[in-house]
């Protein structure tokens, strides 16, 4: 396939993305979704950190700037996810474009990369409001310590790192999109399940260290271990130095996470394919 013609699917799936969540609501009601929404998660476990810090009487700032930023850039692992999940059902059966979309001179690979790059931009618009908005919730208003230079941070590290996390969650979303391919009513309840996984092994909200051997071995095979390392290494390098082998193994664990999600959906591309899968009505 020529690279114009690549490029243009990309451009085009990422504008069709755009349109298709912002459709639903005027500019003022989906830009306040879009704060609130991740938003809502870091105020609730910043909250409960509170006052389980008032309860045992001792607050750590460190601690509290690690559970930050972990829950903070974690939106990137959900926007991606869940928009790679919910693209198959929704333009197989919502709109039943998914025939047409397979049959056009683009690749549905490149539709779907193009649907995940959307995803990432409107991750990265809600991550920034979420850091300004709960730094001056938190350290404005309430008087919390957020021990993080966010002027002197190492933004060039942050953006490598985001560059390759990025390059990590997308394979990710494949595997779900080829789930979804092949079968039908679990692309709400699928990224749901493995971000809580994510989420629990992946070191967001406290130290992976913490937690069991088996599920340290569990963490440390995971990609989003490493990103969320990288990205605290950035800010928080007086604690977290460990900037360089974090990125190492971010890109080994990316790229293994890339042969298998391609992997996957290529074989359920062929299944579904094969198995007249690709306009399947799904009534409930």
Same mark, same amino acid.
């Given at each position: 396939?020529?690279?114009?013609?690549?490029?243009?699917?990309?451009?085009?799936?990422?504008?069709?993305?755009?349109?298709? #969540?912002?459709?639903?609501?005027?500019?003022?009601?989906?830009?306040?979704?879009?704060?609130?929404?991740?938003?809502?998660?870091?105020?609730?476990?910043?909250?409960?950190?509170?006052?389980?810090?008032?309860?045992?009487?001792?607050?750590?700032?460190?601690?509290?700037?690690?559970?930050?930023?972990?829950?903070?850039?974690?939106?990137?692992?959900?926007?991606?996810?869940?928009?790679?999940?919910? /693209?198959?059902?929704?333009?197989?059966?919502?709109?039943?474009?998914?025939?047409?979309?397979?049959?056009?001179?683009?690749?549905?690979?490149? $539709?779907?990369?193009?649907?995940?790059?959307? !995803?990432?931009?409107?991750?990265?618009?809600?991550?920034? /409001?979420?850091?300004?908005?709960?730094?001056?919730?938190?350290?404005?208003?309430?008087?919390?310590?957020?021990?993080?230079?966010?002027?002197?941070?190492?933004?060039?590290?942050?953006?490598?790192?985001?560059?390759?996390?990025?390059?990590?969650?997308? &394979?990710?979303?494949?595997?779900?999109? !080829?789930?979804?391919?092949?079968?039908?009513?679990?692309?709400?309840?699928?990224?749901?399940?493995?971000?809580?996984?994510?989420?629990?092994?992946?070191?967001?909200?406290? &130290?992976?260290?913490?937690? &069991?051997?088996?599920?340290?071995?569990?963490?440390?095979?995971?990609?989003?271990? $490493?990103?969320?390392?990288?990205?605290?290494?950035?800010?928080?390098?007086?604690?977290? !130095?460990?900037?360089?082998?974090?990125?190492?193994?971010?890109?080994?664990?990316?790229?293994?996470?890339?042969?298998? !999600?391609?992997?996957?959906?290529?074989?359920? #591309?062929?299944?579904?394919?094969?198995?007249?899968?690709?306009?399947?009505?799904?009534?409930?």
């Amino acid at each position: 396939m020529a690279v114009n013609t690549i490029l243009r699917s990309v451009k085009q799936a990422i504008w069709v993305g755009w349109k298709v #969540e912002t459709n639903w609501a005027d500019p003022l009601v989906f830009s306040i979704y879009y704060v609130i929404r991740p938003l809502a998660g870091l105020l609730i476990v910043g909250f409960v950190f509170l006052i389980g810090s008032a309860v045992g009487g001792s607050f750590s700032p460190q601690y509290f700037a690690y559970m930050f930023i972990g829950n903070a850039f974690f939106v990137y692992v959900m926007q991606v996810t869940m928009t790679m999940s919910f /693209l198959i059902h929704e333009d197989r059966s919502h709109y039943e474009v998914l025939k047409h979309i397979y049959l056009s001179p683009g690749s549905l690979r490149y $539709y779907i990369l193009g649907r995940a790059l959307n !995803g990432v931009m409107n991750a990265a618009i809600s991550l920034v /409001l979420t850091i300004v908005l709960g730094v001056l919730i938190f350290q404005g208003l309430l008087g919390v310590s957020i021990p993080v230079d966010w002027l002197g941070a190492n933004y060039l590290a942050v953006m490598l790192s985001l560059i390759i996390g990025t390059a990590c969650m997308i &394979p990710i979303g494949f595997i779900f999109s !080829g789930i979804n391919l092949v079968t039908a009513r679990i692309q709400f309840a699928l990224p749901d399940y493995v971000s809580s996984i994510f989420y629990l092994l992946g070191g967001v909200v406290f &130290p992976p260290e913490i937690l &069991p051997t088996w599920a340290q071995t569990m963490s440390n095979a995971l990609p989003i271990t $490493y990103f969320l390392r990288a990205i605290r290494s950035s800010f928080l390098a007086q604690s977290y !130095g460990t900037f360089g082998m974090d990125i190492f193994y971010l890109a080994v664990t990316t790229a293994v996470t890339a042969v298998v !999600g391609l992997g996957v959906f290529k074989a359920a #591309e062929y299944k579904a394919r094969k198995d007249g899968l690709i306009d399947r009505k799904e009534e409930y």
